[in-house]
């Protein structure tokens, strides 16, 4: 049965103070399982995905939630390593090991589970994930410009709805995409608002507790309790703002390249704890799938689904100019003074684009970028401590420099 989508909710009691919070959003991976739990326990069906190329709205038009399963730590990577080569990026393996030990309570808990052909090693890893795990594959063009491309997504759109039809034995109309997509856009409107935070300078809040409201709204499944939260959080800080709250002016950081999450966050700590302050993130976490809005006005809802998703700016995509024009735009609209790549070990599509990224942000935007590659492990924190210190050092001396 197709559960419509709520127009409408009482108002949930925010904390009242910032720090409590961005607290609640920090625990919102390590809680929502339980409700996740009290959702499929009502007979709501979960459908699990690993990349920000799904389209969310078809899942919510086929009255499912949608989950993240990217897994963020290396505890089941010895696990995957018993079926996939141990140099392959981090995030497949650990995605991999939580899914065969049943160790991830929100892959336990997905019906079903969608991948997508954005890297040669997830669309591998996926084949041998069905053997214990109902899958479903979709076809992600590896170029945007051509119609054929287009056309394509469009039909693996279409594809997608009819298997969720089947498979929940729904009936996913028009309308209820539409519905899907006005409310998908409410969302991503409260996030651009929050995020965009990181633009007032002098900062207001830190990009850890950035991170952390981005990061930890994916894992609340109430829609309209998110955008409210997202939107009095926003208001919040706005008003702490306006009344003389500022931190310390630091040089402001971009943080572009693989997802992060988890174990990686040690990259923030180590820029925020070493003198600089990240006001900005182009990843999948943040920015990059978020920024563009699905075109509400377009008759078909396919068409208008597909010029959004397929305008991602990811690695995995051949000429991938909207990377680079997202990029350009938030450096503007946060004056950053720097950027740093943040690289998961063997991601091959992040690693080959950086060298593309790096002439385009010191040649054409004459900012400067530190490539940092990485993994799950915790052995390279001292390592990232003294190049990310070292990074800083240098803006703070072209800032004293340029004055």
Known sequence: MHTPIKKGMDKVELRTSLPEIFDEFGEARRQGFLTVKEIKEKGKPVVGVYCTFMPEELVLAGGAIQISLCSTSDETI???????????CPLIK???????????PYFYFSDLVVGETT??????MYEYMEEFKDTYLMQLPHMRDTEESKKLWYSELVRFKEKLEDFLDVEITEEKIREAIVLKNRERQAKQNFYRLGQLNPPAITGQEIFQVMYGSQYKFDKEEVIQMLDETTAKVKEEYDAGKRLEKKPRILVTGSPM??????VIRAIEENGGLVVAYENCTVAKAVERLVDETEEDVYQALT??????????MSNNQPRKELLSQMIDDYQVDGVIDMVLQNCIPFSVES???????NEEKHTPYMYLETDYSTSDIEQINTRVTAFIEMLEEEAVCTQ
Do not use: H, M, Q
């Not at 650990?94 to 991830?104: H, I, P």
């Open 78 to 88: 010895p696990d995957a390593e018993e079926d996939l080569p141990r140099n392959l």
């Open 94 to 104: 650990s995605s991999y090991g939580f899914g065969k030990t049943d160790k991830c």
């Open 119 to 124: 890297c040669d090693g997830k669309k591998k």
């Open 261 to 266: 999450g988890g174990v990686t966050e040690k």
């Open 307 to 316: 010029d959004k998703y397929i305008n991602i700016g990811c690695a995995c």
């Open 355 to 361: 060298l593309k990224i790096k002439r385009f942000l």
